[in-house]
């Protein structure tokens, strides 16, 4: 059975900076792509950042810069490392994995999510 947990969240004040990392547990044929989505409140879960098995990476506009998408795949983790944070990055982030469980077959998987606030 997959199971995604995320770790990482906390408060922060304007500028400073978070890592979250989250851990994939179970079988997988392949990984392809890891990364992490946000949602505040009131507005829709969006694409943070991600990054796929050939190390290529995908980054909001809204990051670009401060943010950095990083996976282990000896160990199924994906990690974001966040700086410069700005009170609107403030929201729950959730961990998603693109995984072969069935050979041939990708499936999405989610974590539960972990809370990020940042006062200004």
């Known amino acids: 059975q997959v199971q995604l947990v995320e770790s990482g969240g906390g408060s922060v004040q304007a500028g400073g900076s978070l890592t979250l990392s989250c851990a994939a547990s179970?079988?997988?044929?392949?990984?392809?792509?890891m990364g992490w989505y946000r949602q505040a409140p009131g507005n829709q879960r969006e694409l943070v950042a991600n990054?796929?098995?050939?190390?290529?990476?995908n980054y909001a506009d809204s990051v670009k810069g401060r943010f950095t998408v990083s996976r282990d795949n000896a160990k199924n983790m994906v990690y974001l490392q966040m700086n410069s944070l700005k009170p609107e990055d403030t929201a729950v982030y959730y961990c998603?994995?693109?995984?072969?469980?069935?050979?041939?077959?990708?499936?999405?998987?989610w974590g539960k999510g972990t809370l990020v606030t940042v006062s200004s």
């Open positions: 998603k994995i693109v995984g072969e469980v069935v050979a041939g077959i990708f499936t999405d998987y």
């Open positions: 990054i796929f098995s050939g190390g290529r990476t």
């Open positions: 179970g079988y997988f044929f392949s990984i392809n792509a």
